[in-house]
């Protein structure tokens, strides 16, 4: 994370009070996007995601990502969309609880931004490089692969 942006307040009081016993391991700002991403390791092959800005919540697993499903058997959010795509098209991609917000106009802007900083988020985790092209052709590669198809 560049040291001259700091994470936002809400950012940092919605993973307190959804982790309050561990501190995020990561908080990623992508390149070229207004997102925030605090994170930490998933205790097992899950992926689950917070949206800040709808209050609502996500759990999959590989396996109910390609079904578009949460790991309870309902629908993905369309904003959890991106996040399942990125998983499902980075074989190694590890279990996360992630916590995301941002400043990006609501809808297709907001979820598409999503997806670049759960990207950033993923690489981060791997060891990967990246910059903003990178990020965003990959981004468009999960909505063209995933987010797109019925």
């Known amino acids: 994370m560049p040291l001259s942006v700091d994470p936002p307040i809400r ?3 919605h993973y307190q009070t959804l982790y ?8 990623v700002v992508p390149p070229g996007r207004v997102m925030w991403v ?14 800040v800005e709808t209050e609502t919540e996500a759990t999959f697993s590989r ?3 390609k079904s578009k499903r949460t790991v309870l058997n309902r629908p993905l959010p369309r904003w959890a969309r991106y996040a399942a795509g990125v ?3 980075l074989d190694d991609a590890p279990g996360v609880d992630a916590v995301i917000c941002g400043d990006e106009a609501a809808g297709v ?3 598409h931004s999503l997806g670049v900083a759960f990207t950033a988020l993923m690489w981060e985790m791997l060891g ?7 990020l965003v052709d990959f981004t468009e590669r999960v909505r063209r692969e995933y987010v797109e198809t019925s």
């Open 38 to 51: 605090a994170a930490k390791p998933g205790e097992d092959e899950r992926y689950t995601v917070y949206d």
């Open 128 to 134: 990967l490089s990246y910059d903003e092209r990178a």
């Open 109 to 111: 802007r907001y979820e």
């Open 20 to 27: 309050p016993d561990q501190s995020p391991q990561w908080i």
């Open 87 to 89: 998983i499902l098209l």
């Open 11 to 13: 950012l940092l009081i």
């Open 63 to 65: 396996q109910s990502a």
